[in-house]
């Protein structure tokens, strides 16, 4: 009995260790900002559209980017260009 009690107390308290050596990855998720009306295909961003995707990098001031991807679509590339630039990173 006391060597099952030793088993779990191991495992009790062991298990939180594994469980912060975890890594977590964060996805952070953004709509491409206001949109113009100059092409109903692909258009640029309205001046309020770059003015938040330039918000975004305060946002993101202090969070570690590992990565940037957007579509083929000005709108969108526009967003994340303000971000890209600011952390060195290539879209």
């Not at 001046?47 to 957007?70: C, F, H, N, Q, W």
């Amino acid at each position: 009995m006391k060597k099952i009690t030793l088993l779990f107390a191991l495992i009790l308290f062991t298990a939180p260790l594994s469980m912060a050596q975890k890594k977590i990855t964060t996805f952070i998720l953004i709509r491409h900002a206001e949109k113009g009306s100059d092409d109903p295909r692909d258009p640029e961003l309205k001046p309020e559209g770059m003015e938040r995707a330039d918000r975004l990098v305060k946002m993101l001031a202090k969070t570690t980017v590992d990565a940037i991807y957007s579509t083929g679509y000005k709108r969108t590339q526009q967003t994340v260009a303000p971000l890209a630039k600011e952390k060195g990173k290539s879209v």
